[in-house]
């Protein structure tokens, strides 16, 4: 079962259109087997309760505030993403592109009845796993290139300085490594600190 937080207005204070719209989102939640956690407003104190509640998934309401809204669950997730719902009535294409661009993984305009939820949810679930596992495979692709770049150097600062070839370099900073248990690209960056601090 899946966790979800309910970021919007509050349905008491609500006008009586968003007042429906809640009801149908909360009957649909608990229909799809989504465990609500929360209802929220969104406020300065969102990204607090957002962290203390750890939800699976966000779920925005918003009426006409969307901006609002989104700005305060983006701070709220900033720190560890999640998959963020928005159902709104706010078809501005400056909104959706705002949204999007913020990490919603689903934008939702107008038409929200209780049987549409847990199909647009577990869309958005899916399509938040399919780019956070390509955000992962970027930040591992750009780790490994740094990598690269430092152990490059380093054994350019080795060739140089005793005059090995490229592959005699490599085993030095290779066994360095070996003897002090630690990763290459580590030797490779103490031995450039090193270089760098001597001159």
Known sequence: MFSATLVGADPDQAQAAQARRS?????????SGYDLVASLPADVFLPERIAQLQPDLIIADSESDARDVLEHIVIATRAARRPIVMFTEDDAPSSMDAALEAGVSAYIVA????????????????????????LDELSDARQKLAERKVLDRAKGLLMARHGLTEEQAFARLRTLAMNKNLKLAEVAQRLIDVEDLLG
């Open 111 to 134: 038409g929200l009845q209780a049987e549409r939820v847990k199909p647009v949810l577990d869309v958005a679930l899916a399509r938040f796993r399919r780019e956070q596992r390509l």
């Open 23 to 31: 009801t149908a989102l909360r009957i649909g939640l608990l229909e």
